[in-house]
């Protein structure tokens, strides 16, 4: 596989059915009470269940937090059981490493990016997570991090090599993960806002589009990049 694509703040069977169906690798809940997408123990238990019941193969449950306290986070492996923690607060890099130590789960961190000088933040991350997420600084007035519909200069990103699995985000859709990937020479996507019809409400016909589109991008690149490797070794 060419690269992964993540559908984040599912909240409904229905439209986590789609992203089933689509092929996406990883499906997001999020677990932060501020967020239109926000889902409950229970609902999110249920939407969890759900998804171990597809495949094999099946998408990776992500769990999406934002400066939990330790009896949050155990409520969530306890009830949840996702394979990956998404910290997408100002958790510092001793915490990220603290609760990937504690609860034995992959941990990614993600990161605002508006600037060159942001990348640089990502450094002593990169050193003990198990991948990185950039994402746009969220507008002035957001009360959320992520899920704003904004993106940032995906130049920003080229050439990156931080030592660890990298993912982008921030106003992606179908019509714009394709220059996206290609600006940004990242291969790993993930999505809310643009695959959504109403803040916070996901639509089944735009996460297949979606996923349909990272996934012709993706394959693309994973092309060039090939051609470009056999050139260098011919």
């Known amino acids: 596989m060419s690269g992964l694509v993540k559908i984040c703040g599912l909240s409904e069977p229905e439209t986590l059915v789609a992203a089933l169906d689509a092929g996406a690798d990883m499906i997001g809940l999020v677990f932060f009470e501020k967020s239109p997408r926000h889902v409950d123990l229970e609902r999110a238990a249920d939407l969890a269940a ?67 000088d942001d990348i640089a933040r990502a450094t002593p991350y990169a050193a003990v997570v198990d991948r990185l997420l950039f994402d746009a600084r969220p507008p002035k007035g957001s009360d959320i991090p992520g899920g ?11 050439g990156l090599d931080l030592g660890v699995p990298l993912m982008l985000s921030g106003g992606l859709d179908a019509a714009s993960v394709g220059l996206a990937l290609q600006t940004s020479g990242l291969r790993d996507v993930d999505v809310s806002s643009g695959v959504e019809r109403a803040r916070g409400v996901k639509d089944a016909g ?17 092309q060039a990049a090939g051609t470009a490797q056999k050139g260098r070794t011919g």
Do not use: Y
């Open 50 to 116: 759900r998804i171990r019941a597809f495949g094999p193969p099946r998408p990776e449950i992500v769990a999406l937090t934002v400066n939990a306290d330790d009896a949050t986070v155990s409520a969530i492996m306890e009830r949840v059981r996702p394979d990956w923690l998404q910290l997408h607060g100002s958790e510092s890099p001793e915490r990220c490493a603290e609760l990937k130590a504690r609860f034995g789960v992959k941990v990614m961190k993600a990161l605002g990016i508006s600037e060159p």
């Open 148 to 158: 704003n519909g904004v993106s940032f200069d995906w130049r920003l990103l080229a």
């Open 206 to 222: 735009r996460i297949r589009e979606f996923v349909a589109a990272a996934r012709a991008a993706q394959d693309m690149e994973h």
